[in-house]
DNA sequence: ACTTGTCCTGTCATGCCGTCAGCTTACCGA
DNA sequence: TCGGTAAGCTGACGGCATGACAGGACAAGT
């Protein structure tokens, strides 16, 4: 189902190759990290890999290609996302501990990905399905599973029926992802990381429980 | 104060100039709107503005320059959105006006000014001072205005002291512009607007009171 | 050594960028 | 009415990124 690796023009690209490649999107990330998206340019990256610009074009079909692809294994990992929700209880002092730790996760996953999740928002932001669909998938892992949480408590009668729980579960999602891309705004702003989380999940626990939480 | 407005090289413009400078920022912005800001070319806002490249050079140092233009225009308008904070009351059925009216003010001008905002929270991810001025500018009208309203809340008792005043401010924020700036996507989620809102208002209620709203 | 298929690069046409000199247009005072 | 002056615009140009191709370099098997 993977398939294997190809070029653009159909051939299946051996181990050499292979390592062109990665060495290419390694290239493509760092640049992303330290120059505006809109100035990266082919040859730049080509050049920081040691090759040409006509060896990426052997790879990809444009820059925009390229970071789809980093979009994508990023997205495989952050499917792992979920586990900071499922099976976590949403019930007393527990709750709290949930909330912190989803927080948490969530705030290194962005930092650690920042730079390629800042294009895929952009993208996203301006229509484009394919970064729309990797938006999704690594969002839809945790607001699934939030969404899930929602209607059992609603079930057990502890949550308000009016509320919807997608509608929830998504803003809060955005939320987090917000704040996350903004980490550094923040900070400027005069408030620090240490009373940021903890107001972060804080907010989480009122929007999933509907009530403050036990410490 | 204002200042005229200038060309590149100096000289001050006239009316005919200051048209021709307004007909390239409106072109520019509907090209915002309608393809990805990495796509938008010089030649092409020129030639949607019936000019040359060379005009557009007069006026503007490059692309950015003019974003930054239209940007801050709609930044005078953004801190008319104080106003749907300051003076209003967050006690009981009050409060839970307030909160509808402020997520509809707020979610109202990120629907009109969309494209051009989409580009300011790039820049301002991407660490550019310059458009980080510019989103604090629209975002601190209103988080200043909240953060206000929580110290006076808690001032009064009715609000924890441990919470950041700033922080919870900012997130709500953050909520706010994130969910705003990808309202289409909510709808592919299966949310629908009408319950987004309410949704918001709750998550901004909570958050401010740390209450449930009285409707 | 020879063949085969993969992999890389030199080169080229194309098109946009950003600048300049120089032409046209509008305004103003005499 | 008539220059003079500054504003306004554009054609043209060097420079650079893009993207396509053909051919050379390289590794692996025979």
Redesign the interface.
């Known amino acids: 189902m993977t398939g294997q690796v190809r070029t653009v023009d159909g051939r299946v690209a051996g181990r050499r190759g292979q390592a062109t490649r990665q060495k290419l999107l390694d290239c493509l990330g760092e640049m992303l990290s330290s120059s505006?998206?809109?100035d990266v340019k082919v040859i730049d990256v080509a050049r920081k890999a040691g090759t040409s610009p006509a060896t990426f074009y052997q790879y990809f079909p444009d820059v925009?290609g390229a970071v789809l692809e980093i979009a994508e294994e990023m997205a495989k990992e952050g499917a792992g996302l979920t586990e900071l929700v499922s099976g976590r209880s949403w019930v007393g002092k527990a709750a709290w501990q949930t909330s912190e730790e989803l927080v948490d996760g969530f705030l290194d996953f962005w930092r650690r990905h920042d730079a390629i999740l800042?294009v895929v928002?952009?993208?996203?932001?301006?229509?484009?399905k394919r970064f729309?669909k990797i938006?999704?998938k690594i969002l839809n892992s945790v607001?699934n599973s939030l969404t899930d949480a929602v209607k059992e408590l609603q079930a057990k009668g502890k949550v308000?029926k009016?509320?919807?729980a997608?509608?929830?579960a998504?803003?809060?999602v955005?939320?987090l992802?917000?704040?996350a891309?903004?980490q550094?705004?923040?900070t400027?702003?005069?408030?620090k990381q240490a009373?940021?989380k903890?107001?972060?999940a804080?907010?989480v626990h009122?929007?999933i429980t509907?009530k403050?939480p036990v410490r």
């Open positions: 505006p998206y809109r925009e800042r928002d952009l993208g996203a932001a301006e229509g484009d729309y938006r999704m607001t308000d009016e509320v919807s997608a509608a929830m998504g803003s809060l955005a939320m992802a917000a704040v891309g903004h550094k705004g923040f400027t702003w005069g408030v009373e940021l903890p107001n972060l804080l907010l009122l929007g509907g403050k």
